[in-house]
């Protein structure tokens, strides 16, 4: 009998064959809003918690604090809940009401404040108070070695070593970091492809840190290639994966797909996979797909 944490991890692949301009490149999709959680995010939340657990550093009568933008919050809360961890979530206050209700309903305290850094700024206040504990999915090595463990190689099976190149958003970076690490170590001449928002462009999930903000984790040298993704172009994408594919996923998902589309038209040949990082449904209050 499985158990939740078991189902976190091996979501599928699928082919994008309907959007694909290039015959000669194959597209796939890797579904991570097939996680339990609903995102990708879940495999980093079991690594830090498991982490902070087994190294001691998440004692008993310790709260969790972490700044998020959504997926990684309500990946906490669920895994928190099962360890009876309590946990407080720290969010910007454009976050959607569905986003909040889910951390919510897993038992987390929900804190909103005006930014992503203000979010972060809150969570490091409320550290130096004493009780709290931060897993700082930023500067976590546990972020992207969840994806060492198990994206990268789930990929890597299931094209049977054919990938040629991997497509994500970055955010935190662990997802692109951790699967970056993988591949090149299976093959070097796969390209990773990152994509970040054009200037000015809002993307949820998908950032272009300040310097002074930019994730301790990310390596930039582990990132052949940077793409940049304007809203619109994401929004447009994300409603054709629902529309064409029958793909419902958010507005980060359609920024990797944007990106992974373009690329393909430019390639005479290759095997392309791009993280489709969560559901639609957490956006349906927003007008991502009004």
């Known amino acids: 009998m499985a158990t939740l944490l078991d189902l976190v991890g091996n979501t599928p692949l699928i082919e994008l064959n309907r959007l694909n301009p290039n015959p000669n490149v194959t597209v796939y999709g890797k579904l991570e809003g097939n996680n339990p959680g609903g995102s990708v995010k879940d495999r980093a939340a079991v690594s830090m918690i498991q982490g902070a657990?087994?190294?001691?550093?998440?004692?008993?009568?310790?709260?969790?604090?972490?700044?998020?933008?959504?997926?990684?919050?309500?990946?906490?809360?669920?895994?928190?809940?099962l360890y009876d961890i309590p946990i407080e979530l720290v969010m910007?206050?454009?976050?959607?009401?569905?986003?909040?209700?889910?951390?919510?309903?897993?038992?987390?305290?929900?804190?909103?404040?005006?930014?992503?850094?203000?979010?972060?700024?809150?969570?490091?206040?409320?550290?130096?108070?004493?009780?709290?504990?931060?897993?700082?999915?930023?500067?976590?090595?546990?972020?992207?070695?969840?994806?060492?463990?198990?994206?990268?190689?789930?990929?890597?099976?299931?094209?049977?070593?054919?990938?040629?190149?991997?497509?994500?958003?970055?955010?935190?970076?662990?997802?692109?970091?951790?699967?970056?690490?993988y591949l090149k170590e299976q093959n070097p001449d796969i390209q990773i492809v990152g994509c970040q928002p054009t200037d000015g462009s809002s993307i949820p999930g998908i950032r272009k840190w300040p310097v002074e903000y930019l994730p301790k984790i990310f390596e930039p040298q582990r990132v052949d290639r940077v793409m940049e993704v304007s809203a619109?172009?994401?929004?447009?994408?994300?409603?054709?994966?629902?529309?064409?594919?029958?793909?419902?996923?958010?507005?980060?998902?359609?920024?990797?797909?944007?990106?992974?589309?373009?690329?393909?038209?430019?390639?005479?040949?290759?095997?392309?996979?791009c993280i489709i990082c969560d559901r639609g449904d957490r956006y349906l209050s927003s007008d991502l797909f009004g």
């Open 92 to 181: 910007p206050e454009n976050s959607t009401r569905e986003r909040v209700l889910t951390m919510e309903a897993f038992g987390a305290k929900v804190t909103l404040t005006e930014t992503i850094e203000s979010a972060r700024d809150y969570a490091d206040a409320q550290v130096q108070k004493g009780g709290y504990l931060m897993l700082n999915q930023f500067a976590n090595p546990d972020n992207y070695l969840a994806h060492y463990r198990t994206t990268g190689p789930e990929i890597w099976r299931d094209t049977a070593g054919k990938i040629t190149h991997f497509v994500s958003s970055m955010g935190t970076t662990g997802t692109i970091m951790g699967t970056s690490r």
């Open 232 to 273: 619109e172009e994401a929004t447009l994408m994300t409603r054709k994966l629902a529309n064409v594919e029958g793909v419902f996923a958010g507005m980060s998902s359609g920024g990797s797909v944007h990106a992974a589309l373009q690329l393909a038209q430019e390639l005479e040949s290759g095997v392309i996979v």
């Open 53 to 81: 657990l087994s190294r001691g550093e998440l004692q008993p009568g310790m709260t969790l604090v972490e700044a998020t933008s959504g997926n990684t919050g309500i990946a906490l809360a669920m895994i928190a809940r």
